[in-house]
């Protein structure tokens, strides 16, 4: 099976981190098959001791931090440089991806190992229960 690095990277969004930290941690893709990279840049609302103490309880999450805000396209950058995976998802700290999103992304690169890239569709949560 194909590896996996998911990179989020996030700024003082915590609790919104948290939603889409608990949605990756469970998909439907094999544990040992996937890491979630934290991008923090800089967040000053207690989002790097959330992320420590996480890490410190799961070794399939890495924390990251910028040395000072520098935007989301840095900090994905910080997460590219530190990913082990053939597969790289990008995935933004207000999102809650699917169960099963890791599954179906891979599943899509190995009927085309051609393909190089591949979005998927971003759902409004309110939009989610009707």
């Known amino acids: 099976m194909t590896f996996v690095s998911v990179v989020v990277p996030t ?5 919104d981190l948290k939603k ?3 949605a990756l941690m469970n998909q439907s893709y094999p544990e040992d098959k996937y890491e979630i990279i934290i991008c923090n840049d800089s967040s000053t609302d207690g989002t790097k001791e959330f992320v420590d103490l996480l ?8 924390h990251l931090l910028s040395k000072k805000n520098s935007g989301p396209a840095h ?19 207000d999102c809650i991806p699917f169960s099963d999103w890791i599954e179906k992304a891979v599943q899509c690169f190995e009927k085309d190992m051609d393909l190089t890239g591949l979005q998927g569709k971003t759902i409004p949560e309110e ?4």
């Open 11 to 15: 700024y003082n969004r915590k609790e």
């Open 20 to 22: 889409c930290i608990t």
């Open 55 to 62: 890490k410190s309880k799961n070794k399939k999450i890495h």
């Open 75 to 93: 900090a994905r950058n910080l997460g590219i440089n530190a990913a082990r995976g053939k597969i790289i998802a990008f995935t933004d700290d």
């Open 127 to 130: 939009k989610i229960d009707s």
